[in-house]
């Protein structure tokens, strides 16, 4: 079954410009190569949510479970919380449409 993983996070003040070149250089490439089909990125402009929202699927939990527990994924995640905080993500089956 299919699962997204939905990971919400804000970015750090005063390093808006380096967070984004690593999100675009870095983070989306390599989660790609790991096998995490990134599908959604939300911004939130107003309001009181996390900033950003990255959705992305993968073809189960299990092939997911994997990757998370690789040690690419943990550096990537260790790199990302450079730049972000409030960092939290879940695992559900994936549906058609938004879901949050």
Known sequence: ???KLIMTWDIL?????EYFE???GDFLPEIKQLGIRPVD???TMYGDQS?????AKTQSQ????VVMASKEWLLLIENLLKFV???SFKVIPAQ???QL
């Open 1 to 3: 079954m299919t699962v």
């Open 13 to 17: 003040p005063n390093l808006e410009q």
């Open 22 to 24: 690593f999100v675009i």
């Open 41 to 43: 990125l939300w911004y």
């Open 51 to 55: 900033q950003i929202m990255v959705v």
């Open 62 to 65: 299990a092939s997911l479970n």
């Open 85 to 87: 905080e409030n960092f």
């Open 96 to 98: 058609t449409g938004f």
